[in-house]
């Protein structure tokens, strides 16, 4: 049964069944310890807060007076779940539980209007450190699709910090920013609907991210954009686009490469009985991350170890290709070199 919800933040699908929690039927916003127990800070209006059910199914909704939670394991009034701590137990009107708590990064991401692939968060969680991104860092973003990797760029920046994001379609441009207001963390990014074919509109910029199909055709206005020696990184899914990014950033002027690919497993939370999860998410981005450098005398010095091996192995069976077909010329017509014996 679809859930509506008069936010319009999360539509999904709610189980008929609560597990885990008393289905007894109680009256809303019911918690066996005292508010005035607990020592933390109230929901208030305005709030983005997270319900979660008993089979773990997980809506996103903006707490504001008069609204109500539609599911079909009943109705939850906005105004019940204000003036409570988060971690409270909630009750819709037919008495099944939901747990109040307050929306992580990764719910944030992943429970946004979509109308592209998003990153995943476990990649998100990466390119943010890779990037060094800390309060009042400015950082570009090039490829803002829904917009679910410029709320983790914007969550890591703020309060004091900006993110410059480039989207060329105006549709794409339209739901992120949409998607971004939901989450209260518009006023970090700028939202730029053009094209960076002609390079970016900052300077000095300490961080930039590339989600393009094609990101080494961008790399000489990166390297422009960026304060020397700042972060960049770029996110392609296939191993010929990572080959083809690797000469570039060798061409371009970066040094300090990285390849990774994230691989997260999640385990069944079963003290007794501890095991992985049946399935997991597998491959979905390699994160490919480089510093702009300025070393006009040599650049190639700061090469990794294994691509200086593989340049000098290369080199050196050039020189014995080489030196076999020269060889091989002076041979004459009888095909051996040597002398007849008498």
Request: aromatic residues 6%; charged residues 25%; hydrophobic residues 35%.
């Amino acid at each position: 049964m679809t859930i509506s919800d008069e936010t319009g933040l999360k539509a999904g699908t709610a189980e008929h069944s609560d597990q885990g929690f008393s289905q007894e039927p109680l009256s809303p916003s019911v918690c066996t310890a005292s508010k005035d127990d607990i020592d933390l800070s109230l929901t208030k209006v305005d709030d983005l807060v997270l319900l979660v059910t008993g089979g773990g199914k997980r809506h996103l909704l903006r707490l504001q007076p008069g609204r109500k939670f539609h599911s079909n394991l009943g109705k939850v009034l906005h105004d019940e779940l204000l003036d409570l701590p988060y971690g409270y137990t909630v009750y819709s009107h037919l008495g099944h539980a939901f747990l109040l708590l307050e929306p992580s990064l990764d719910d944030r991401m992943t429970r946004i209007k979509r109308n592209t692939q998003i990153i995943y968060p476990k990649d998100a969680a990466m390119i943010v450190r890779r990037l060094s991104l800390q309060a009042g860092s400015r950082v570009i973003e090039a490829g803002t699709g829904s917009g679910g990797l410029t709320i983790a760029l914007a969550w890591a920046v703020a309060p004091s910090g900006r993110v410059f994001s480039y989207e060329v379609r105006d549709e794409h441009v339209e739901v992120a920013r949409g998607n971004l207001e939901k989450m209260g963390l518009l006023p970090y990014v700028e939202l730029h609907n053009e094209s960076i074919l002609d390079g970016f509109g900052q300077s000095n910029v300490d961080a930039l991210v590339l989600d393009l199909r094609t990101p080494w055709i961008f790399l000489e206005h990166a390297h422009k954009a960026l304060r020397p020696g700042g972060f960049f990184a770029a996110l392609v899914p296939t191993t010929n686009q990572v080959s083809e990014l690797l000469q570039g950033l060798e061409d371009t002027g970066f040094a300090d490469i990285c390849v990774e690919e994230i691989l997260v497993r999640n385990y069944k939370p079963v003290p007794d009985r501890l095991r992985p999860d049946d399935s997991m998410v597998g491959h979905t981005v390699f994160v490919t991350s480089a510093r702009p450098i300025v070393d006009p005398q040599e650049p190639g010095r700061w090469l990794s170890e294994g691509r200086k091996r593989y340049e000098a192995r290369k080199k050196l069976s050039e020189r014995i290709e080489e030196e076999e077909y020269r060889r091989a010329a002076q041979l004459p017509e009888q095909g051996s070199i040597r002398p007849k014996l008498p």
